[in-house]
């Protein structure tokens, strides 16, 4: 999945060799963030608008805690270099917020418990276990760019932070609104980041302003951010195509269920629960690995699972087209209804052994 257009480097000059003064460098700067900062990504669209399975959060926060953890460590790289005292005195404060001050504290604390709140073991967070390979390579990527570039480039990279408030403010909002499993308690790490973020961003902006002080220097500096939208957004694409994306699993993911608190069953589902029977209020989805793909060659769609393959007839088509882990049965059976004008009640039986069957078979789950 492609990022955003990039921004035009210079956009208040026609001349790529004109020093542009502190203000337009600014603007420019801005402008790389209006186009290519992370809140653009069609995963995070979904993340907001709460058209992500719980599972497909959950992929989310255990991805992202890698590049939670690795923060210190790039910070560590960017102080170990300062070799002026005050600098150090002002950088070191970011490696605080995340690793606190004492066990049990920090920002890498509050992600932990955030994972913890969407159903996952500690430990198994810990472990990265299941942090996908891109995801890492992507954080990595970050952490030695910021080691081998120059100290004006590492601490321009993190001015992605002058654009954090706003998509904390989105996220915070759009997931208390859609996900009924995600509470303010879980959320608790970006209450501390909006007053974090944007102290980080007013030093390293008033940095770059001050030692950028040559075209090829401001160039460097605006490369730099560009390059670590780029990592953020990277990191959305590898969650994009292992968890969203049909038949695009790597295998590498987290295979949902490993790693978690097990779940008590509701009052409402006990029973349906204890048996693993789909039921109406139930939103069933093909398990990882399983997809639908129409047979060219036989003319047909099939339902593809490891090693093995079923033939589905027009039926099975028109249900499993509108099974998404979103949508209830009740809300298939419906929508079925509306489209071939029959009797609701009726479609939803059907719909329901149906559905089961396959679940028998291990190809759908609810």
């Known amino acids: 999945m492609n990022a955003p257009l990039p921004a035009a480097a210079f956009p208040t000059s026609a001349d790529p060799d004109r020093l542009l003064t502190p203000d337009e460098l600014e603007a420019a700067l801005r402008g790389i963030g209006a186009r290519r900062y992370h809140n653009l990504h069609p ?3 979904l993340l907001h608008d709460g058209k992500l399975s719980k599972d497909q959060v959950r992929a989310w926060a255990l991805n992202r805690y890698y590049y939670q953890a690795m923060i210190p460590v790039k910070d560590a790289a960017v102080l170990a270099r300062m070799e002026d005292a005050s600098l150090r005195r002002v950088w070191r404060q970011r490696i605080v917020d995340h690793d606190g001050d004492a066990p049990g504290d920090g920002g890498i604390e509050r992600w932990l418990k955030l994972a913890e709140g969407v159903g996952f073991e500690r430990d198994y967070v810990l472990s990265t276990k299941g942090i996908l ?5 992507s954080v990595e990527a970050y952490v030695h760019f910021v080691k081998e570039r120059s100290l004006l480039e590492a601490i321009a990279s993190s001015l992605t932070e002058m654009f954090s408030p706003t998509i904390i403010s989105e996220r915070v909002a759009g997931m208390l609104k859609n996900y009924d499993f995600i509470t303010k308690e879980t959320l608790a790490y970006f209450d501390k980041r909006l007053t974090q973020a944007p102290r980080d961003a007013d030093f390293a902006l008033d ?7 040559t075209p090829a220097l401001q160039r460097q500096a605006m490369e730099a951010l560009t390059f670590k939208c780029t990592v953020l957004w990277t990191q959305l694409d590898a969650l994009y195509f292992a968890y969203v994306a049909p038949g695009m699993v790597p295998p590498d993911a987290w295979n949902p269920g490993e790693g978690l608190v097990p779940e008590r069953p509701s009052a409402a589902t006990g029973a349906a629960a204890g048996t693993g029977r ?5 939103a069933p989805r093909l398990p990882r690995g399983v997809r639908m793909r129409f047979d060219e060659v036989r003319n047909r769609h099939v339902l593809l699972a490891p090693e093995r393959t079923f033939d589905l007839d027009a039926n099975a088509v028109a249900v499993l087209t509108l099974v998404d882990g979103q949508r209830t049965v009740s809300d298939i059976a419906a929508r079925l209804a509306e489209t071939y004008a029959a009797d609701r009640a ?3 039986a059907d ?9 028998t078979k291990r190809v759908l789950e609810r």
Do not use: G, Q, W
């Open 278 to 282: 789909i039921e109406a209020a139930h």
């Open 43 to 45: 995963f995070h669209r």
């Open 207 to 213: 940095y770059v302003k001050r030692h950028a002080v």
């Open 133 to 137: 390979s891109a995801t890492k390579f």
């Open 351 to 359: 719909v329901l052994a149906m559905l089961n069957d396959l679940a």
């Open 346 to 348: 009726v479609i939803e």
